[in-house]
């Protein structure tokens, strides 16, 4: 009696393409394209690609990256044309895969499981660096709700967003935060978390194409450095400890010495920046020699 043998298993290549080409076929019948016009399209619009520090052009998308984008908005079921779901390549040759707010609301409120959500403030009279929103969410198959508090000074980021409307920002963070523990949401990132990953690959210029897709705005030219007269301008408004907070991780982040940045903005101590080069201070931070 002789036994058949098993037929050879596919390698993990050929498994892969496989499944990378039904993954592409399944996007392409959803929205009315052939497989090459969605990768096309999809690399060119749901990928920035930054140029790297030396000034040399970023490697392509690849299809796997490609492929790991369509995975991630398959699960969520977020359309990438409408920009719920971008990315950026990562140094490893994978993706951070960014959902814009829209996308967030959208996967929340099709969880057949939430109940409810609900938003605490703080009173008016709150000054804004003390600012805080509290999410609470009730899912109807848990026995207690979960909250989440998350504060301005904590989230805040020296972009247009940030500074016209941060309540709302706020508001947004506490949501996402809320959520991803309510749910377990896992693998995907809000827009501030992909930029504050990006300046850590230390890839220059990422973070300002990541946020700038969301609506956030491109970095603004360094004003002029404040001259002495200036520092004694008590009618001038002066950053606030969280913004100081912010700009001494900064220049940690970077190895710049905060000497330099006094240095270059003409200042004899950092509680003097004025609050409206606060954005510059940030951005140079990122361009300045460490020595």
């Not at 409120?109 to 605490?120: G, K, M, T, Y």
């Not at 491109?218 to 950053?239: K, L």
Request: with cysteine; aromatic share 8%; net charge negative.
């Amino acid at each position: 009696m002789t036994t058949k043998k098993p037929a050879p298993a596919l390698s993990t290549a050929v498994t892969t393409h496989a499944q990378r080409t039904s993954l592409v076929r399944k996007f392409a019948a959803k929205f009315g394209l052939d497989d090459d016009k969605l990768m096309a399209t999809l690399k060119a619009t749901a990928f920035r690609q930054p140029k790297a520090k030396d000034g040399k052009d970023a490697a392509d998308v690849t299809n796997e990256q490609m492929a790991a984008l369509l995975v991630v908005a398959d699960q969520y079921n977020l359309n990438p044309f409408t920009k719920e779901i971008y990315a950026f390549p990562d140094k490893g040759g994978g993706i951070v895969p960014i959902v814009s707010v829209d996308g967030w609301i959208r996967i929340i409120n099709e969880r057949p499981e939430l109940r409810s959500i609900e938003f605490e403030y703080p009173p008016e009279e709150v000054e804004r660096e003390h600012y805080w929103v509290q999410c609470t969410i009730v899912r109807s198959d848990r026995t207690a709700p979960l909250t989440i508090r998350e504060y301005f000074a904590e989230c805040y980021r020296p972009t247009d967003p940030w500074n016209n409307s941060g309540r709302r920002m706020t508001r947004h963070r506490a949501l996402i935060q809320c959520a991803r523990v309510a749910f377990g949401f896992a693998g995907i990132y809000d827009p501030d978390e992909a930029q504050r990953i990006a300046e850590a690959m230390a890839i220059d210029g990422t973070a300002h194409d990541v946020t700038h897709k969301s609506g956030t705005a491109a970095p603004r030219a360094i004003a002029p450095p404040a001259s002495a007269d200036d520092q004694g301008d008590t009618a001038t408004p002066r950053i606030t400890q969280p913004l100081m907070d912010v700009l001494v991780k900064r220049l940690e982040q970077f190895s710049v010495p905060e000497s330099k940045l006094l240095t270059h903005f003409g200042l004899t101590s950092l509680q003097n920046l004025p609050f409206d080069q606060a954005d510059a201070a940030y951005d140079w931070i990122a361009t300045a020699d460490a020595t």
